[in-house]
């Protein structure tokens, strides 16, 4: 369900040629279509969906024609990236179980809101990720080697953002909405057509960075489309302790449109967010995403999900598998055979062990680089903490004279 802007309508003040031109966006009809068959009361806010659980593809009237001249190939190509998206991100946490990462944010069950959204955008846009878009970086390029040095502590952030238009990994929760709004209000100025995605979580959403990007990118009319990845949980936090709201309504108090997608569909997730960057670039503003979906896994390797949730829960969500459903589509459609199958998973293989490789060839981190780059000039109190590090790191009886 959408919820159209009811506040300023004005278009970006200079540069845009869709602004210029007065083009509409062409998904705003997908937004009305979308509101006017909203459901209400108990049977909740409704989902933008085009592939059920089961494979099904179902007709969007707002939404099918960004998606309509998707070829076999196209489908093949989803599938592909999100099973080695999949694949990549099971290995980094045996690297981490391993003991050849410190810390890993999964993003298991999250693979479709990530390749929708990520396939949706232009090369020329602009991409502010949390810590867990590793199938996002997948879709801009970034090598998947790369995203593993940070998690290593052998670097800060492992690529160049601006070689592929994909910002560093943000831990700061929230904080990254706050530098794609400024991002996107210098692009509007400089006249590009081109849009931004910021990426966040249900958690984030709570963050006053957010509700100040909000305001900022509506009264700015800023081309910006804010993704937010609802999986449910802020590590032992539900939704339910974010928001009384379904969180896409959000948008509505801003005046610009929210609208919700099931987040384990991924071609859903691919026409909604072109929808949304469209809007953005023909001047119409920002626009909420919601990607209602579910973090399969442990919020990171440090976390452990059995003491506060249910196991019933994560079942439930485990037969609305995003790979799954459109790997039974491609099946019914016979847009893929067996040998596709087999030929990706030996692709998979090959990346596994490409990956353990370049880990196991990184250096290991220096103990004690936390302490440097803290201050300038140094300082008394950092001083003591290294002493004090140094002294516990030499009580292990394999110390190796630290
Ligand atoms: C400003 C700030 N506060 C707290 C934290 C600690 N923290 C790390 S992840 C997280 C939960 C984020 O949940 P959500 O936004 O739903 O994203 P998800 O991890 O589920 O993808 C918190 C509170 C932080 N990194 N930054
Ligand atoms: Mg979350």
Known sequence: MTVESTAATSRRSAGSKAAATGSKAAGGTGGRTARATAKKGAEGPELVQLLTPEGKRVKNAGYDKYVAGITPDELRGLYRDMVLTRRFDAEATALQRQGELGLWASLLGQEAAQIGSGRATREDDYVFPTYREHGVAWCRGVDPTNLLGMFRGVNNGGWDPNSNNFQLYTIVIGSQT?????????????GADSAVIAYFGDGASSQGDVAESFTFSAVYNAPVVFFCQNNQWA???????????????????????????????????????????ERARSGEGPTLVEAFTYRMGAHTTSDDPTRYRHDDERAAWEAKDPILRLRRYLEAA?????????????????????????????????????????YADGHALVDEERAQFAAYQASFADAEGV
């Open 235 to 277: 590590i032992s936090e539900p939704t339910e302790k974010q928001t009384r709201v379904p969180l896409y309504q959000r948008a509505q108090g801003f005046g610009f449109p929210g609208v919700r997608v099931d987040g384990n569909d991924v071609l859903a997730c691919l026409a909604v967010t072109k929808w949304a960057l």
């Open 178 to 190: 706050l530098h794609a709004t400024g991002y996107a209000m210098g692009i509007a100025k400089d």
């Open 334 to 374: 016979h847009h893929a055979d067996e040998e596709f199958f087999a030929e990706l998973e030996a692709e998979s293989e090959a990346l596994g062990k490409r990956v353990r490789e370049a880990v196991r060839a990184m250096p290991d981190p220096d103990h004690f680089a936390i302490f440097e780059n803290v």
